[in-house]
């Protein structure tokens, strides 16, 4: 993606380690001095990992931040000012499913920018291969074309081709989903026809479900979703859907923010 649109790439790692509280000052001293050799160091790693999985044609810094994860993430979105910020996140099981991580979570909330995340279920490129295929779901809501004319302009930029996806109900008969397909046709703006190749799918089932189905199927190289923050228990989390699109893609996921209007 940085290779298509010619951008910059910041890598950032950012960690806080403060003195327990019964470290006397001798120690804490002690500490101090250890963290600036360490972080020294750790900019000649960062440097180095950096060199080694990106392009030379892609221009690149790096940035070790002394300070915890989110603060340091917000940070350099509001000081570089990146089109894009790129995560991993992790699996959970039982009730910590509902969460995607406090860090994920809390930068998602904040940010200003798309967020792409990969997966645990992403397997790691050998290779810098190309963006061949381009999966972006909708639901034929006005709302939906924002993240369509995200998923659009990487298609164009990339020369993949972009397959628009909805899901009906489980029941929806034959007839239902040809009406369904006339509209999904007509929902797609016809200009956009003319700037990469389209192709429109209709399944049916459970929405995540069958968005990954479709993922893996199609062997798409991202998904592009609208992430729909909603208020619960004093947080803002995604809808069910994006939280299991996410987690189980195999292939990365680009979330373009729609943010929560909030009440007092």
Known sequence: MAMAFGAEVLALHAHRLEAPVYFTRAQIRALNAQL???????R?????????????????SVLLADRDPVSAIQCAIRDWRPGLVVMATHGRTGL?????????ESVVRQSTVPVLTVGPGVKTALSFAPIRRILCPVDLEDSSHAVFHHAAALAEATGAEL??????????????????????????????????PIREVIRKGQPAEQIVAEAKAARTDLVVVEARPRRFLDSILFGSTTESVIRNSPSPVLSVIRKPVLSD
């Open 163 to 196: 397959i628009v996806l909805t899901v009906a109900k489980d029941g929806a008969e034959e007839q239902t989903l040809g009406t369904i397909r006339e509209q999904l046709c007509a929902w797609v703006p016809g200009d956009m026809r003319n700037r990469c």
């Open 96 to 104: 910590t499913r509902l969460r995607l991580g406090s860090v994920m």
């Open 36 to 42: 600036r050799g360490s972080a020294k160091s750790g």
């Open 44 to 60: 000649a790693y960062l440097r180095d990992f950096a060199d080694q999985h990106l392009p030379a044609k892609v221009p690149h």
